[in-house]
């Protein structure tokens, strides 16, 4: 399985960026796919998560802003992300996890929110 995220940026507080993650290879062996995210000196955390057949799961901390949605027919993920904070500038990482529970990472897309 290979992940290829994209959608990141410069953005002012209070806008909102689309983060979008496509899979490929053995893309029928997905179960979950989600978004992490990881500023320097911390450990990278759960964002949200979804199941193929549509569940999803949020961090606690990030519940309301923050919309994971998934197109099982173009093998996409999309994070939605709205009013912007400066503290949600972090690097962003889609992952994957095939129903043997493997876990593949995208390379991360940067997002920088200016005050």
């Known amino acids: 399985v290979q992940l290829q995220a994209s959608g990141g940026g410069l953005v002012q507080a209070g806008g909102s960026l689309r983060l979008s993650c496509a899979a490929s290879?053995?893309?029928?062996?997905?179960?979950?796919m989600g978004w992490h995210r990881q500023t320097p000196g911390k450990q990278r955390e759960l964002v949200a998560s979804?199941?193929?057949?549509?569940?999803?799961h949020y961090a606690d901390s990030l519940k309301g802003r923050f919309t994971v949605s998934r197109d099982n027919a173009d093998n996409t993920v999309y994070l939605q992300i709205n009013s912007l904070k400066p503290e949600d500038t972090a690097v962003y990482y889609c992952?994957?996890?095939?129903?043997?529970?493997?876990?593949?990472w995208g390379q991360g897309t940067q997002v920088t929110v200016s005050s």
């Open positions: 290879g053995s893309v029928l062996s997905i179960n979950t």
């Open positions: 979804i199941a193929r057949g549509g569940s999803t």
């Open positions: 992952s994957a996890i095939t129903y043997h529970t493997n876990m593949y």
